[in-house]
């Protein structure tokens, strides 16, 4: 068992202020494998006190330090995606071979991102008699989720590093080790004491504190819309800047006429990848109704054809869901799709053949749902596909935007016909025969899934502020 029982604050490993001790549940074994302390508003006041002393420094430091302290933590990062890949493996289930080709490298790919957008941004403009400026925004708390524990962390720390803000990161109880490890390698780039700064705990006792703390100027959420509610309201009683990346119901709107066999398996491969444990899955396929039956048999063949199985093993499988809660979560909504007459075409309730233990879920796919059932209207988080039928493509998208998030939406078609239907849809990011946002373009949602945009030059200036000068010397 990995045990992590200290906070990194100040450049330093210290003990908490009062906090109790957290097991880490693997959930391909059900044992524990990782014990963390979490947090407490005492150890939060000291990561803030260290963060807020240090930004009177690194806010006057200059593009080029910056960057010179971002290509070292590339350097760093890249001796670490082994052991980062091995952690995400154990603590939050994904195979070895994602965590290896994906999970780890995501983000070492927002460190190189931010830095080519930090050689191209535009710090300075003159507008009319003005001179407007991006400036560092100041202490900026990141709370992480833990289905893709790095690519979100990375997503925070490297543009508010790049920005000149400092920084205290609270990542998910669930899956910590990556931050940890993370932690090691912003200490073995040199980055100055009091930058970057952990602090390990859950909801109630790190993230509310950083969340309404008055030494916060800024707080960045990636996680549930009922978690995000939680922060703004906390956050309300400060006006602190509230940077918000929620949930999510994406549709995969095929189109008439599509080819299905070629643009269905990269844009269902969603649904599958990470166990579904992603917020932009496509999880709801809208099918013109002369195509039901030839879509329903690629993706039952899809569900069918994927294997689950140890993430610590070699192979094309996947794993587990991360937790219990989240397990219990997707068996009821399988069921309550069964309950409400949907047709269960392949997979269902409990775990898959051979397994008896483990939060691993069959892969599932409905028909004949329709968009009132609790399976097309719920964050599912699992191997788990909804087909729905259309009869004309207004039909098709006012069935796409009947939802109240906004982070993504899947077309599968004719990628010109898919271009003109991209405008109607109502998210902030729009793929055609795939799945996957762009690391360097912006990302962030419409709706219930929040605001702000991280990525590329859009997340850089997420996390400044801009200030106007009249009068200044031309």
Not at 68 to 95: C, F, H, N
Not at 288 to 304: D, L
Not at 317 to 329: D, F, L, R, S
Not at 338 to 359: M, Q
Request: proline share 6%; aromatic share 6%.
């Amino acid at each position: 068992m990995q045990s992590y029982l200290k906070h990194y604050i100040n450049g330093a490993w210290v003990e908490s202020d009062g906090g109790t001790v957290y097991q880490v549940i693997d959930p391909a074994t059900e044992q524990p494998c990782t014990k963390i302390t979490l947090g407490t508003p005492a150890d939060v006041d000291r990561a803030v006190e260290a963060a807020r002393t240090a930004f009177e420094t690194w806010s006057q430091t200059s593009v080029d330090e910056r960057k010179a302290v971002l290509t070292r933590i590339l350097g760093e990062y890249k001796k670490r995606i082994p052991d980062l890949a091995r952690s995400m493996a154990q603590e939050m289930g994904a195979p070895m071979g994602l965590a290896m080709a994906a999970q780890a490298p995501t983000g070492l790919a927002h460190f190189a991102a931010t830095l080519k957008a930090l050689d191209e941004f535009a710090f300075e403009e003159v507008i009319g008699k003005a001179k407007v400026v991006h400036e560092p925004l100041g202490v900026v708390a990141m709370i992480t989720p833990w289905n893709w524990p790095l690519n979100q962390i990375c997503a925070k720390v490297a543009p508010a590093l790049a920005a000149g803000d400092t920084m205290i990161l609270k990542p998910s109880e669930e899956a910590p080790s990556c931050a940890v490890i993370l932690a090691e390698i912003m200490d073995a780039a040199g980055v100055p004491a009091g930058v970057f700064n952990l602090v390990n705990g859950d909801g109630p006792g790190v993230g509310s504190a950083l969340s309404a703390h008055r030494g916060v100027d800024m707080v960045s959420f990636t996680g549930s819309t009922r978690a995000g509610i939680a922060v703004a309201q906390a956050a309300a009683a400060t006006v602190k800047r509230v940077h918000q990346e929620l949930g999510g119901k994406a549709a995969n709107l095929v189109l008439e006429g599509a080819d299905l066999g070629k643009v269905l398996p990269p844009t269902v491969a969603g649904v599958l990848a990470n166990s579904g444990q992603s917020c932009i899955a496509p999880t709801r396929l809208l099918v013109h109704q002369s195509q039901v039956a030839e879509a329903t048999a690629i993706v039952k063949s899809m569900m069918e054809q994927t294997k689950v199985g140890n993430p610590l093993e070699e192979g094309q499988h996947i794993g587990p869901v991360v937790n219990k809660a989240q397990y219990e979560k997707i068996q009821g909504l399988i069921q309550s799709a069964i309950d409400e007459g949907a047709t269960l075409v392949t997979g269902g309730p409990g775990r898959p053949d051979g397994r008896n233990s483990g939060f691993y879920i069959q892969p599932t796919l409905f028909t004949d749902v329709t968009p009132d059932m609790r399976i097309a209207r719920e964050e599912t988080f699992g191997p788990v596909a909804t087909i729905t039928t259309y009869d004309a493509i207004d039909e098709g998208v006012r069935i796409a935007n009947d939802t109240e998030y906004g982070l993504s939406a899947t077309i599968s078609g004719d990628p010109a016909e898919a271009a003109k239907v991209a405008a109607k849809l109502r998210a902030g990011l729009v793929t055609i025969n795939s799945w996957s946002p762009d690391i360097a373009a912006p990302f962030g949602g419409y709706k219930q899934s929040g605001n702000g945009r991280e990525n590329g030059r859009y997340g850089l200036t997420d996390f400044m502020e801009v200030k106007t000068v009249v009068g200044a010397p031309a």
